[in-house]
């Protein structure tokens, strides 16, 4: 079982930088590919990026692309989210994932295994 926290959201200009961050519980993140989908109000769910167990393989969305930076401390069982130039259109609750299997599993959303509950993130124009 795996348990995700995530924080860090809040509200920032268009333009400005944010981090995001997602505490997991349990011995073996270090073995899960992670990641983080977002979903706007309306809107459905959307993959933002992934990152294999080592680190060494990132995935993004295009929309995040060059802004975007996807990481993670398997000692401190943490997965951080750099967020660059932040547009309005970033604006929603930010999820994060483990998932035991394929780290492109995670980019089609197929079978997720743990999901976090979210951090809201609010960029204004």
């Known amino acids: 079982q795996v348990q995700l926290v995530e924080s860090g959201g809040g509200l920032v200009q268009a333009g400005g930088s944010m981090r995001l961050s997602c505490a997991a519980s349990g011995r073996t993140f270090s073995t899960y590919a992670m990641g983080w989908f977002r979903q706007a109000p309306g809107k459905e769910r959307e993959f933002v990026a992934a990152?294999?167990?080592?680190?060494?393989?990132?995935y993004y969305a295009d929309s995040g692309k060059g802004r975007f930076t996807i990481s993670r401390d398997n000692a401190g069982n943490t997965l951080y989210l750099q967020m660059n130039s932040l547009k309005p259109e970033d604006t929603g609750v930010y999820l994060c994932?483990?998932?035991?299997?394929?780290?492109?599993?995670?980019?089609?959303?197929?079978?997720?295994?743990?999901w976090g509950q979210g951090t809201q993130v609010t960029v204004s124009s």
């Open positions: 990152i294999n167990w080592s680190g060494t393989s990132t």
């Open positions: 994932v483990a998932h035991g299997h394929a780290t492109t599993d995670i980019i089609g959303a197929t079978n997720i295994e743990y």
